[in-house]
């Protein structure tokens, strides 16, 4: 058990001895003070718990101690003793930062009772400090993490971070490959449950018997093998954060539930009777239309929305370039510095078969990409020939065939049609590369605005 220790600071010999005496009997640690100066000197060389202080004293008096000590300690608590006569410099103390002040003599179990009470104020003050430290920091890590330059992975950390202090179930929503974990991951550290569990579960890895076992939990001889009473998911993330990943594959059995654990924060072990309560945040992601399944009546609406309560969309790579060469960067440090190479970049045609791109397995897909050329490369840069064959090969899919038949204008638009299928119908990136404005190419293509 942590022991506390009191300052107290009295210029009366027989005052600040009964008080040390009274609280060393209750367990606290004490050390005296006959003066304000003394008792600086002592501040100055240790860290006490609270500090225990008359307010008229010789050389430098208690409120005096008390603004000094507070510029460099602003949480120590301070407990002002003093006289009728003073008590408006006691109140003017209390303004300047003390816990509070008795009047002489002191009631000890009053007295006692403050200085517990100060202490604890104290303590909760003190692990505040250090949790906002602490997500300051994470934060920072975090970003660091979320290289981008495309807006729309802005508004993705932006929405993480307001979040993340709540208790509201979020739905994260996306393409395989574009982070859904990593937002998970995110979401947890920046949250007040930073220091609890973070647990995860892939649905889909699993069957409904053993689905609904893994997160309930099962009572000894629940079914054969079940030698033993094991807890479950939810049980195990109680006061922090359960991940459900692929929340679309779950069977109908275990959404019912699941909605109900959501409902009433309880649960049974499979086998079991005894009902289990639990404070968790569920975070579920999808690469599934969720919606469009609760129209189509393979899941439940009820808890569709109980899980969408917030709603955090991650665009596919296709639908932000601007990331794919920040993230490959990053990428190339990380798997340069595990496989002690040297490498510096990427040339020109290898970044430009990346930028082009379509990385339908995303972000994880770029990032397989990326540690596959680093291990083949035996330079200083990354050439096309790193890369695997699919990248450049893929620029070749869309094919543009010459027929001498065709009148020049009919071989212009063909032409516009292959580039615009080659950019993903991008009409101002065309007409950059075509050398010709926007406006000209919707009059040649004869298309709308």
């Given at each position: 058990m942590e022991q506390y220790h009191l300052l107290i600071v009295d210029d009366e010999k027989n005052i600040r001895e009964g008080l040390a005496q009274f609280f060393r009997m209750e367990g606290y640690a004490v050390t005296l003070a006959e003066d304000g100066a003394q008792a600086l000197t002592l501040l100055n060389k240790e860290r006490y718990s609270l500090v225990i202080c008359d307010l008229r004293m010789p050389k430098i008096s208690g409120d005096e101690l008390l603004l000094t000590t507070k510029k460099s300690q602003p949480f120590l608590?301070?407990?002002?003793?003093?006289?009728?006569?003073?008590?408006?410099?006691?109140?003017?103390?209390?303004?300047?930062?003390?816990?509070?002040?008795?009047?002489?003599?002191?009631?000890?179990?009053?007295?006692?009772?403050l200085v517990q009470q100060a202490i604890t104020t104290q303590k909760l003050q003190s692990d505040q400090e250090e949790v906002q430290l602490f997500l300051a920091k994470e934060k920072l890590n975090i970003r660091q993490h979320f290289v981008s330059g495309s807006p729309a992975m802005q508004r993705v950390y932006q929405l993480i971070e307001q979040v993340a202090p709540?208790?509201?179930?979020?739905?994260?929503?996306?393409?395989?490959?574009?982070?859904?974990?990593?937002?998970?991951?995110?979401?947890?550290?920046?949250?007040?449950?930073?220091?609890?569990?973070?647990?995860?579960?892939?649905?889909?890895?699993?069957?409904?018997?053993?689905?609904?076992?893994?997160?309930?939990?099962h009572e000894k001889g629940a079914f054969t093998g079940a030698h033993a009473?094991?807890?479950?998911?939810?049980?195990?993330?109680?006061?922090?954060?359960?991940?459900?990943?692929?929340?679309?594959?779950?069977?109908?059995?275990?959404?019912?539930?699941?909605?109900?654990?959501?409902?009433?924060?309880?649960?049974?072990?499979?086998?079991?009777?005894?009902?289990?309560?639990?404070?968790?945040?569920?975070?579920?992601?999808t690469n599934r239309d969720l919606l469009q399944e609760v129209k189509e009546e393979r899941f439940r609406e009820d808890l569709y929305y109980r899980l969408n309560v917030i709603n955090i969309h991650i665009p596919p790579l296709r639908e932000r370039r601007e990331d794919i060469m920040p993230l490959a960067g990053q990428f190339l440090r990380e798997f340069s510095l595990e496989n002690q190479k040297r490498i510096q970049g990427f040339s020109p045609q290898a970044a430009s078969l990346l930028q082009e791109f379509d990385w339908?397995?995303?972000?994880?897909?770029?990032?397989?990409?990326?540690?596959?050329?680093?291990?083949?490369?035996?330079?200083e840069t990354i050439d096309k020939e790193h890369l695997p064959i699919y990248v450049e090969s893929s620029l070749n899919e869309v094919n543009f065939c010459i027929n001498e038949e065709l009148l020049l204008e009919d071989l212009e638009r063909n032409y516009m049609e292959f580039m615009l299928?080659?950019?993903?119908?991008?009409?101002?990136?065309?007409?950059?590369?075509?050398?010709?404005?926007?406006?000209?190419?919707?009059?040649?293509?004869?298309?709308?605005?």
């Open positions: 608590p301070f407990i002002m003793l003093t006289g009728h006569g003073t008590v408006e410099n006691a109140v003017a103390a209390m303004r300047s930062g003390a816990y509070n002040f008795l009047t002489k003599p002191v009631n000890l179990e009053y007295l006692l009772l709540s208790k509201a179930n979020v739905l994260i929503t996306g393409e395989s490959g574009v982070g859904k974990e990593m937002v998970a991951n995110a979401i947890h550290a920046l949250s007040p449950r930073y220091n609890q569990p973070l647990i995860k579960v892939h649905c889909a890895a699993l069957s409904e018997n053993l689905l609904e076992s893994e997160l309930f939990g009473m094991r807890k479950g998911r939810f049980e195990l993330a109680d006061n922090g954060d359960l991940f459900l990943d692929e929340i679309g594959e779950i069977s109908p059995t275990v959404q019912v539930k699941l909605l109900r654990v959501l409902q009433e924060r309880r649960f049974e072990r499979v086998g079991g009777e005894v009902s289990v309560e639990v404070d968790v945040r569920l975070i579920t992601a339908p397995g995303n972000v994880r897909q770029l990032r397989n990409c990326i540690e596959s050329a680093v291990v083949l490369s035996d330079g299928l080659r950019h993903q119908g991008n009409k101002s990136k065309v007409a950059k590369k075509l050398g010709i404005s926007r406006k000209t190419l919707l009059r040649k293509m004869q298309l709308e605005e």
